[in-house]
């Protein structure tokens, strides 16, 4: 299959369940957990479900560890960022806890990119 129709499929994919999702949120109480059923859940499966027709398991198990190391790292980034933001400027913050991001990417991928 070529790239670009691919990255069609992607976006087709991705909007159908950014769409499916939303709704989902919108039945929600309190409205603040709407945020966890937002884009990036929608857009990872979908992403996910393309890579796995396309390319194979192998290839969709590589996508799937990075996000999880990824999410792992934006957990450390959330952590590192709430006091820093109650000490610093918000600029100031951000970047540091970019590198505990940084930082904690670097550990949990590097295990699993020498097996």
Known sequence: MSNVAVL???AVAGGALVVLFSL???GLRPKRFAGLF???PAVAI?????TLLDKGGHAAHQSSLGM?????ALVAYAAAAIPLLRRFRAST???VALSA???TAVV???PMMVR
Request: neutral net charge.
């Open 8 to 10: 069609a499929i992607k």
């Open 24 to 26: 989902i949120s919108e």
């Open 38 to 40: 937002s884009a990036s």
């Open 46 to 50: 979908a992403g996910l479900a393309i």
């Open 68 to 72: 999880v190391v990824g999410a792992v």
């Open 93 to 95: 913050a951000a970047a």
């Open 101 to 103: 991001w940084l930082l």
């Open 108 to 110: 949990v991928a590097v």
